[in-house]
């Protein structure tokens, strides 16, 4: 199951797609990592959708990630009496601490941490920001705000602070529940919400451990503003558009887009461009000129993966959803532009020895024409420090940690095999130039560059580089260091 595109495909599952077989219809089509959104799911649910995908896997045999996606707070006004109610611009409205029905000019506002942080000024959001108000007053138990954007309030929406920081946790009790279900079943991933400081990730990876990699959701404007910290503290990023072109101008978003995938590859954390790619989709069996060229963008801009929600959980055809996404990526990724546009952004190694080795491989598999770059890794680590440098020519990371693989399929670039560790440095070479060749990425006459960490299976000590050419059985026939 080679693919043909170097940028990963993230698929949510849902009532379209969580059959077994259409499971693996969906990793046939293109699908690298499946992402089980906790927030819509049971945990009988989610047992049987992990059960299928690693049946695929072990179908298939080749590792694929399972991203277990976290609901995080959720912030909603009280009911409205007749249950939704017309407000005007210029009027004022009230949000309060008493249990009735609201009206035209009131409504129960049931969260003390937005009394505790809100200020005059800040921006008040409902109904996924078409309805917006600013804040004149406040006490303990009482806001007043002004409409800017009137429309109709409905029971029980959304209610969004995108100038206030509040005094919350990115995880719920149901959040915490939902963790230690999904970390108990065996997820590769799992994704933050509502992350506003990088204090927030430090305390979540106080929970997960080394269960799972952590992957922050870029959603929030405070997020925005502590973005080194986040990226600092987290294993990998999502770019979660959707939220941010609610609490913040939708004209930054694309913008904001480049910023955090920039910042996300000079850091060498994997990251994935996610909400309505292929919106379209949900009902039509071809996206939109403007969907095809969102999708590029982000491959362009060197994303590790780009994800699809509503079009593969929910949609009418989320087979066609992900051939489309992988033939946008293969068609960008050919492009004669392609090359320079990624590497506008690159940035020089960090000072390890790691990163020189992963740059110094890059440059010398360019220099010498090889076909491909080998990587033995136990963590994952020297595979993500090859592959932020986004090489030209195949990365193929050789493990015999299957959770490593199954991370591993999120990372830009990187083809997993699952191997054990061989005995000595001859047998290394070898055995990474077998799996070139039988793998397709090495013919007779064509030459690799291996990289690895000496004594093999320590991890973090990513120290060599090995040059070999395969002869016509796939061996090396001669070889330098």
Not at 59 to 88: H, M, W, Y
Not at 190 to 195: D, K
Not at 235 to 245: F, K, N, S, T
Not at 256 to 271: C, H, S, T, Y
Request: proline share 6%; hydrophobic share 45%; glycine share 8%.
């Amino acid at each position: 199951m080679r693919r043909s595109r170097r940028v990963k495909i993230v698929a949510t599952l849902g009532p379209a797609s969580n059959a077994p077989e259409m499971i693996e219809r969906l990793f046939e089509a293109g699908v690298d990592v499946f992402r089980i959104n906790m927030s819509h799911s049971t945990f009988d649910g989610v047992k049987k959708l992990h059960a299928a995908v690693r049946a695929a896997e072990a179908r298939f045999e080749r590792p694929i990630g399972i991203l277990a996606d976290l609901q995080g707070p959720k912030f909603r006004i009280g009911n409205i009496a007749g249950e939704r109610v017309t407000v005007s611009e210029g009027a004022t409205f009230r949000f309060d601490t008493t249990e009735s029905d609201g009206g035209p000019e009131r409504v129960f506002l049931p969260h003390p941490q937005i009394f505790e942080a809100v200020e005059p000024g800040h921006t008040l959001l409902l109904d996924d920001g078409k309805i917006r108000m600013c804040v004149t007053d406040k006490t303990a138990s009482r806001i007043d705000a002004t409409v800017l954007v009137g429309g109709h309030i409905a029971s029980r929406k959304g209610i969004s602070l995108p100038d206030t920081v509040l005094p919350v946790g990115p995880l719920t009790e149901k959040d915490k529940k939902d963790l230690d279900y999904a970390l108990r079943l065996g997820v590769d991933w799992v994704a933050l919400s509502f992350v506003q400081r990088g204090e927030d990730v430090r305390l979540a990876r106080k929970l997960i451990g080394q269960a799972a990699a952590l992957m922050s959701k870029v959603e929030k404007p405070a997020a925005i503003a502590d973005l080194d910290e986040v990226i600092a503290h987290s294993d990998g990023l999502m770019v979660a558009r959707g939220d941010l072109g609610v609490e913040l101008p939708v004209q930054r978003v694309p913008g904001l887009q480049k910023q955090i995938v920039g910042k996300a590859r000079a850091a060498g954390k994997p990251v994935v461009v996610a909400t309505q790619m292929l919106e379209s989709m949900i009902s039509s069996p071809v996206p939109t000129r403007a969907e095809v060229s969102d999708v590029a963008t982000a491959v362009f801009d060197g994303a590790d993966a780009i994800m699809l929600s509503a079009e593969s959980a929910v949609g009418q055809y989320p087979i066609e959803a992900i051939h489309t996404m992988d033939r946008i990526a293969v068609e960008v990724e050919a492009d004669p532009s392609y090359s320079a546009i990624v590497h506008a952004t690159r940035t020089p190694p960090q000072a390890t020895a790691a990163d020189a080795i992963a740059a110094a491989a890059h440059t010398v598999a360019d220099t010498l024409k090889l076909a491909g770059i080998i990587c033995y890794t136990a963590t994952g680590s020297t595979a993500l420090r090859v592959a932020r440098e986004r090489p030209g020519l195949p990365v193929i990371g050789l493990s015999p940690v299957v959770a490593t693989g199954r991370k591993l399929a999120l990372v830009w670039g990187v083809h997993c095999v699952l191997t054990s560790d061989p005995e000595n440095q001859a047998a290394m070479v070898r055995k990474a130039c077998r799996i070139a060749f039988d793998e397709g990425f090495a013919k007779a006459g064509e030459g690799v560059i291996i990289v690895a960490g000496v004594p093999l299976g320590s991890p973090g000590t990513t120290n060599m580089i090995r040059i070999a050419y395969l002869d016509d059985t796939g061996n090396p026939v001669a070889e330098g260091g």
